[in-house]
C-alpha cells in the first residue's frame, strides 16, 4: 500500500525521515554553504536540502497538515490538531566536521500527543519508529521492538547552551558530582540521536535542560522513549513540559530516580 493511498501516519514517519537522511548521506563530505542563524550556530546546505526532501513527502501525502520545520518555520493553520515537527539534521556542527554522530527526525504531534515518529541515522542505515504504542528500529528492511536497559550505566547529557534552570541545574556540574561519577558513565554525542539510542537500550538515560514542548529536536526521541516504555519526565520528576522544563529519559525507574535525586541535590546547593 502506498503512503499517499492510506499508508499509517507512522509509515509516512519512516518514509520521510529516511528521505532526508538520504540526503544527509549523500552530500557527507562535501564543502557546503552555511548559513548563519545566531551566535554560534547555523545550518549548513545539507540541512535545508534535507529538510525539502523532508517536507516533500509529507505535503504529497498528508496536505493539509500543518507543519513545523527547523529550518522553514511554521506553516499550516495555527491551531492544527495535526502538526508534523522536522528537525532535518540534528548535529549540523557535528556533521560539518565530518563526525557520523547525527539524526533525521520527524513526528506528528496530534492535539497534545505525538502519534508517529522517527529518528533515522543516515550513517547507520537505522531507522528508530513508533506508532505512539510501540516502538521498533528498522535494519535493511526489517523491524525489531525496542528494549531499554540500563545495564551500560551509559548517560548522554546535553551540554549546549541555553540552561534556563541555571544555577538550579547545570549540566556539566550533573557530570562533576561525586554521586553520579559513583554509578554512571558520562556520553555527549551533541545530537538527539542520543535518546533514540536510550529506546533502545544503547544508552541507560539522557538528560537536558530546556522547554521542550513542541521540540523540532526532540519530539521524536521522547515519543520513542514513552512508547519503549522508559520512565520519562522533567528534570525534577514532574509531567514532561511543565514545571521547570527539561528532560530526563531513563531506561528504567532506578535510573530515573537516581538521576532526578542528582538533579534535585544541585538545586539545593545552588540555594
Not at 511543565?242 to 538545586?267: M, W, Y
Request: charged share 25%; with cysteine.
Amino acid at each position: 500500500m502506498s503512503i499517499i493511498n492510506g499508508g499509517s501516519d507512522a509509515r509516512l514517519a519512516v518514509t520521510a525521515a529516511q528521505a532526508g537522511a538520504a540526503v544527509v548521506r549523500d552530500l557527507y563530505g562535501r564543502r557546503l554553504d552555511r548559513y548563519e542563524k545566531s551566535a554560534g550556530d547555523f545550518a549548513t546546505e545539507a540541512d535545508l536540502v534535507a529538510e525539502r526532501a523532508v517536507l516533500d513527502v509529507l505535503r504529497a501525502a498528508r496536505p493539509e497538515d500543518a507543519v513545523t520545520a527547523e529550518e522553514s518555520g511554521r506553516g499550516g493553520a495555527a491551531g492544527a490538531r495535526r502538526r508534523w515537527l522536522v528537525d532535518p539534521l540534528c548535529g549540523t556542527l557535528n556533521y560539518a566536521v565530518r563526525t557520523m554522530l547525527v539524526g533525521v527526525n520527524v513526528a506528528l504531534r496530534e492535539d497534545a500527543e505525538v502519534t508517529a515518529a522517527a529518528t533515522a541515522d543516515p550513517f547507520a542505515g537505522e531507522v528508530f519508529w513508533t506508532d505512539g504504542a510501540r516502538a521498533w528500529v528498522r535494519r535493511d528492511g526489517d523491524d525489531s521492538e525496542l528494549t531499554p536497559a540500563a545495564g551500560s550505566a551509559l548517560v548522554d547529557v546535553n551540554l549546549d547552551a541555553p540552561f534556563p534552570n541555571a544555577p538550579g541545574f547545570q549540566a556539566a556540574r550533573l557530570l562533576a558530582d561525586p554521586g553520579f561519577a559513583e554509578r554512571f558513565r558520562p556520553r555527549v554525542i551533541s545530537s538527539t540521536l542520543a535518546v533514540a539510542w536510550v529506546a533502545a537500550g544503547r544508552r541507560a538515560a539522557y538528560v537536558t535542560d530546556g522547554h521542550l514542548a513542541d521540540s523540532v529536536h526532540f519530539a521524536a526521541g521522547i515519543a520513542l522513549c514513552r512508547a519503549a516504555g522508559c520512565t520519562v519526565t522533567g528534570l525534577y520528576g514532574e509531567p514532561l513540559h511543565t514545571g521547570a522544563g527539561g528532560l530526563i529519559a531513563a531506561a528504567d525507574p532506578e535510573t530515573h530516580a537516581a538521576l532526578v535525586e542528582l538533579v534535585k541535590r544541585q538545586a539545593n546547593a545552588a540555594r
